[in-house]
């Protein structure tokens, strides 16, 4: 037996094999549709044709050897005369994240970042081979005491967090790491706003715009491939950063751009985001009703404060099996696993859209009673 048959053995043993899910179609609580506009695409198609006709469907060469960039160069302004700031974009959150802080691991930088930060971003950080710490899940204690210790020994401190945590769908203190960030003058902040985005704030950009903090985060990574029902990412943040990241960040350089007809489509899909206010404040309504009534059920307080609502299991085995529970009742909810999630904090991540409703959600909160 192959080593990678070994592996496959072992995770099967421990509930941790993992397949492409197939058959479903019920009740979707998997997807990060949080706005409900990619299930609402048929409606769109025809006045994506009407402005933009027929974009090329490939790019064929990165953006830095590309011939055909009118959608990527108006989308980048779009976005900017919305945020105030420089705009790159990118082909995906992991683009973004591996790229942008890889490349800032320069000599002299120290990036600080929270322990239950993304995958994509853990990855750049370590592509960068540059000095690291970690704090506590949104321990601003001990942040404080890792810059007390060694914001003078470098040239540049990097602070990473997420806006919105995906797996327990908590917010990061925004306002505290503003506060310490300018406290000491070499402190950056990097903020990714993937679950964020399109849920928070006046024109749905995030929890940094409805704290009235976008001017104060220097480096800020949004997906388009979850509330913006589209694909890629972008950066947005100063010019320097913006031409440092263009020639630094190996994503960016390396990869064939996105296809033109996805930047018009990603256009489109954000000014229609942009004006869904009315659907942010019922998806707030709606996500703080079901954290109230699971609590109930459960008698766990949740973290969260998103639309991301955690069922916590505590094994493997036993969120494989409220997960089946739900699909026999025709609700498509995964069980997440280590090591997306640590051992004994298995659980069912269930996210929210605006096209839900109290009565769908009370069928859900019927199976987990039984579960619990």
Known sequence: MSIYENTL??????????????????????????????????????????????????????????????????????????????????????HANTGALSAMSVPGTLIIS?????????????????????????????????????????????????????????????????????????VLLYVDEAHAFGVFGENGLGLAEELGLLPEIDVLVVTLGKAAAGYGAFIATSETLHSFFINCSRSFIFSTALPPSVAAWDMLMIEKLVGMSEERLYLKELSEWFRNEVEAITGMRCQSRSQIIPIHAGSASRAIEMAQKLREAGIDALPIRRPTVAAGTERLRLSLSADLTKEDLVRVLEIIKVCF
Do not use: W
């Open 114 to 186: 929270d322990k239950l930060i993304h995958a994509s971003m853990i990855d750049g950080i370590r592509l960068g081979h540059g000095d690291t710490a970690r704090f506590a899940h949104n321990d601003m204690a001990m942040l404080r005491k890792i810059l007390e210790k060694k914001a003078s020994l470098y040239k540049n401190i990097v602070v990473a967090v997420e806006s919105v945590y995906s797996m327990d769908g908590d917010l990061a203190p925004l306002k505290e790491l503003v506060e310490i960030k300018k406290e000491y003058p070499n």
């Open 9 to 94: 053995k072992t995770l099967e043993e421990e509930c941790r094999l993992r397949n492409i899910p197939e058959g479903l179609g019920g009740l979707d609580l998997i997807s990060n549709d949080y706005m409900s506009l990619a299930t609402r695409h048929l409606e769109f198609i025809k006045e994506y044709q009407d402005r933009f006709g027929t974009p090329l469907m490939s790019a064929s060469a990165s953006r830095l050897l590309q011939r055909h960039q009118n959608e990527h160069n108006a989308f980048e302004k779009m976005l900017e005369s919305l945020y105030n700031k420089k705009i790159l974009l990118l082909n995906s959150g992991y």
